[in-house]
Nanobody, 122 residues
Framework: QVQLVESGGGLVQAGGSLRLSCAASGRSVSRYAIAWFRQAPGKEREFVAAIIWSSGSTDYADSVKGRFTISRDNAKNTVYLQMSSLKPEDTAVYYC???????????????WGQGTQVTVSS
């Protein structure tokens, strides 16, 4: 099992930046893939970005490519989501998630964090 705790959400103006953190704990964390999802009010949860912990390979949703960067810090067992050029439509609760399979983490991961609110004002 793996436990995930997100932090770093908040209120930011359009065009600004924010960095989210996902602290992972549990056995063999490095064997997992980690993803970020988001859910805006009245909308379905959507995939944002993912990373394979061991290799660092990444994937992104088209809506955030070139603006968001996912990375990990092995020493801190933490995955980050650096968000830049933020838009009001990026407003959502952001969740990190984990799964042993990279393909699976982007669609139906086994483990979820509790979420952190990101609000982008216009």
């Amino acid at each position: 099992q793996v436990q995930l705790v997100e932090s770093g959400g908040g209120l930011v103006q359009a065009g600004g930046s924010l960095r989210l953190s996902c602290a992972a704990s549990g056995r063999s964390v490095s064997r997992y893939a980690i993803a970020w999802f988001r859910q805006a009010p009245g909308k379905e949860r959507e995939f944002v970005a993912a990373i394979i912990w061991s290799s660092g390979s990444t994937d992104y949703a088209d809506s955030v490519k070139g603006r968001f960067t996912i990375s990990r810090d092995n020493a801190k067992n933490t995955v980050y989501l650096q968000m830049s050029s933020l838009k009001p439509e990026d407003t959502a609760v952001y969740y990190c998630a984990a799964d042993r399979q990279f393909a699976q983490v982007m669609v139906r991961p086994d483990y979820w964090g509790q979420g952190t609110q990101v609000t982008v004002s216009s």
